[in-house]
């Protein structure tokens, strides 16, 4: 990439406010979560994204592995499917295409005008540094010229949640226990009754 075209989609970040979600379409999202991730599992050994780049697909895999890392209840969002489901998105909605195309771009930007090298090849605390300055969710703390990286990182955050919590990985770490056939409602535990206040 030419550094006018890195600085075209740096400047088009502001777009980032695009990906905020609508009731109606976080609706969809759900919806179209379970066909991207039936798709992304028949082909998942051998991905080829659709939208991104494969440096784009590999800074993708990693930022949504550091938003929800693995652990000892679950897989991390790479193992739920979570980039195959943002890919999909991206092209399915176009019109956040830009928005997270500058995304991307302005947090390599911010690692090379910090560490004098993109986001991948940074040292696990740079990186840690870098998403610390923008993960602040609006916080009074973040920095005014950072508020483009702020936007992008919380809507790529918003993405990595619904694509987690709605695979099975996710509903299972979630502990839900709807969807299950119950024979016979005997109504709400007494206990859970008391806990509300009522009777």
């Not at 989609?9 to 979560?33: H, K, M, N, S, Y």
Request: charged share 25%; hydrophobic share 45%; aromatic share 8%.
């Amino acid at each position: 990439m030419k550094r006018r075209e890195a600085l075209g989609l740096i400047a088009a970040a502001p777009a980032a406010g695009a990906l905020v979600w609508t009731d109606a379409e976080a609706r969809d999202a759900f919806e179209q979560a379970s066909a991207a991730r039936r798709a992304a599992a028949r082909v998942k050994a051998s991905y080829q994204p659709k939208f991104f780049t494969s440096a784009e697909y590999a800074l993708v895999v990693t930022l949504v592995d550091l938003i929800i890392p693995k652990d000892e209840r679950s897989g991390s969002a790479t193992d739920a499917g979570v980039p195959e489901f943002i890919d999909f998105l991206m092209v399915d909605q176009p019109a956040r295409q830009v928005a997270m195309r500058g995304g991307l771009a302005r947090i390599d930007q911010l690692c090379l005008d910090r560490f004098t090298r993109g986001f991948m090849a940074c040292t696990a605390t740079e990186r840690t540094q870098v998403l610390d300055d923008i993960a602040l969710a609006g916080n009074a703390l973040a920095r005014p010229e950072l508020s483009q990286a702020v936007a992008f990182f919380n809507s790529l955050r918003d993405l990595t949640a619904t694509g987690f919590w709605t695979s099975r990985i996710g509903v299972t770490d979630l502990q839900y226990m709807g969807n299950v056939y119950v024979a016979e409602w005997n109504g709400c535990p007494e206990e859970a009754l008391k806990k509300l206040g009522l009777s």
